[in-house]
């Protein structure tokens, strides 16, 4: 069955450093793929997709995150630190199941950034 | 253009009892999904509206259900509360089906099951 799998489920950068969020799938063709953020008490805001084409997306707030077919990989990037980047993050990849798609969330990645 | 607003923001009830909550979609959005957040379960999917119809359910009880209306507004309900269904309710709007298109989440509905 399709999953997404976020292996790190705290992290703790200084602010001005780089960050990379970890994030894996299965899946057996090409998926649709998003990042998604939620800051305490509110909803998740995008931050950017992958559905096709240039491998590298770029995403609001200076977030990138590249498809990495043969790493079954997606991983988020940021190369400076903002203490308002402190969040959790969320990997979600479209699954099909019984003929339709439905969107299914990794654990999330709880950020935080020392000033 | 307006987000994905979700109404009551906060919920208190007791066990037992029942509750409606609301979600009005991005203008020109026909789908609405339901998705409900606990620390322990994360996010799960509940269902799928698209042009008031159920397209897509998740692993819930039947004690969970919804309905879209046709300006795609979207309510679920939960009869017989227990505590477990404490937790965030998100609503999420896309303009296509939600597997092909990007969803778009409202700030959630906060119920709390005494």
């Known amino acids: 069955a399709q999953s997404v799998t976020q292996p790190d489920i705290h992290i703790t950068v200084s602010e001005g450093a780089s960050l990379e969020l970890r994030c894996n799938y299965s899946?057996?063709?090409?998926?649709?793929l998003f990042w998604y953020v939620q800051s305490p008490g509110q909803g998740l805001q995008l931050l950017l997709k992958?559905?096709?084409?240039?491998?590298l997306v770029q995403g609001i707030k200076g977030f990138e995150a590249e498809f990495k077919r043969s790493q079954s990989s997606f991983n988020l990037r940021k190369p400076s630190v903002h203490w308002s980047d402190a969040a959790e993050y969320f990997c979600?990849?479209?699954?099909?199941?019984?003929?339709?798609?439905?969107?299914?969330f990794g654990a999330g990645t709880r950020l935080a950034v020392h000033p | 253009k307006a987000g994905v607003t979700q109404t009551p923001r906060y919920l208190i009830k007791t066990r037992g009892q029942q509750v409606t909550l609301s979600c009005s979609p991005i203008?020109?959005?026909?789908?609405v999904s339901w998705y409900q957040q606990t620390p322990g379960q994360g996010l799960q999917f509940l269902f799928e509206?698209?042009?008031?119809?159920?397209?897509n359910k998740g692993n819930f009880p039947g004690r969970f259900s919804g309905r879209q209306f046709s300006n795609s507004r979207s309510e679920m309900n939960v009869s017989t509360l227990e505590l477990g269904d404490s937790a965030l309710y998100l609503c999420?709007?896309?303009?296509?089906?939600?597997?092909?298109?990007?969803?778009?989440f409202g700030p959630g509905t906060r119920l709390t099951v005494l």
């Open positions: 999420a709007s896309s303009k296509g089906l939600a597997g092909s298109d990007t969803q778009y």
């Open positions: 899946y057996g063709a090409t998926p649709y």
């Open positions: 992958y559905f096709s084409g240039d491998t």
């Open positions: 979600a990849v479209v699954r099909i199941s019984g003929g339709y798609n439905k969107l299914i």
């Open positions: 203008s020109g959005h026909r789908s």
């Open positions: 509206y698209f042009s008031e119809t159920q397209r």
